[in-house]
């Protein structure tokens, strides 16, 4: 089984999606952006889930650390009274992975969609098959690699994404080997998203770099809304 059968399942319904854009927006650049805003909003239950998670850490983590300090001579002990917290506080510290996981196979559809457009746009399409080498900004043709420029804006924005949502983890114990692989990730995929965009077709890096802007403006608006429920919750109780 070859690449583009494995990910087909999921290209198909892709290429219908952005054709249906393409007719909206006639502009191939434009419509992979407004695609990713649509993938991206379709998602943003998960997301929200994810950095609300996040930002309850910031309450969690003194009882943490107290549980760390009262039980370090004691691991087993420590580990029990912190999945204990877990449960009650209804935290999971590996949360933030899901959304990660998800947006895979997508970005795999994705990518067998734009290395191989012919296989799966309809074919009455036409006007999009071509559109698809048209030049966009700097980028001569969103089928071919952009060499550098978009490639380091989409790892740029990929360890930004990855350092708010994942950035207020604290160190907790018996985490330690998913903590360790999470602070991998942190700079290990941001690296990897740049080699992907140096060799990948230009369409593909617009879309994770769309949808990285995207989910750091979600993050922002999120924080500050709970900043504001929280002050407005403390002005009431005075």
Not at 9 to 35: K, M, R
Not at 117 to 135: N, R
Not at 200 to 216: H, K, R, S
Request: proline share 5%.
């Amino acid at each position: 089984m070859n690449f583009n059968t494995m990910f087909s399942f999921i290209a198909q319904p892709l290429s219908y999606l952005l054709t249906g854009i393409y007719d909206f927006a006639n502009d191939y650049g434009i419509s992979i952006i407004l695609f990713t805003l649509i993938v991206r909003g379709c998602l943003f239950p998960l997301y929200a889930s994810q950095i609300k998670s996040q930002m309850k850490m910031q309450t969690v983590q003194p009882k943490m650390k107290e549980i760390q300090r009262k039980y370090a001579n004691d691991r087993e002990e420590m580990n029990r009274r912190m999945m204990e917290l877990y449960r009650e506080e209804k935290f999971n510290p590996a949360s933030g992975c899901l959304p990660l996981l998800i947006q895979f196979p997508i970005l795999l559809g994705l990518y067998t969609l734009l290395r191989n457009p012919l296989a799966f746009i309809p074919e009455s399409a036409t006007d999009m098959v071509l559109a698809i080498h048209d030049k966009f900004f700097w980028i001569n043709d969103l089928s071919q690699p952009d060499q550098w420029v978009l490639p380091i804006m989409a790892g740029v924005t990929t360890f930004l994404s990855f350092t708010l949502t994942q950035g207020q983890t604290p160190e907790t114990a018996g985490m330690g080997q998913m903590q360790g692989m999470m602070k991998m990730m942190k700079y290990f995929f941001p690296v990897m998203i740049v080699w992907m965009g140096h060799t990948f077709p230009a369409g593909l890096t617009l879309y994770w770099f769309t949808g990285n802007l995207f989910t750091i403006g979600q993050y922002q608006i999120l924080k500050r809304l709970r900043k504001n429920l929280a002050a407005t919750t403390t002005q009431g109780k005075g």
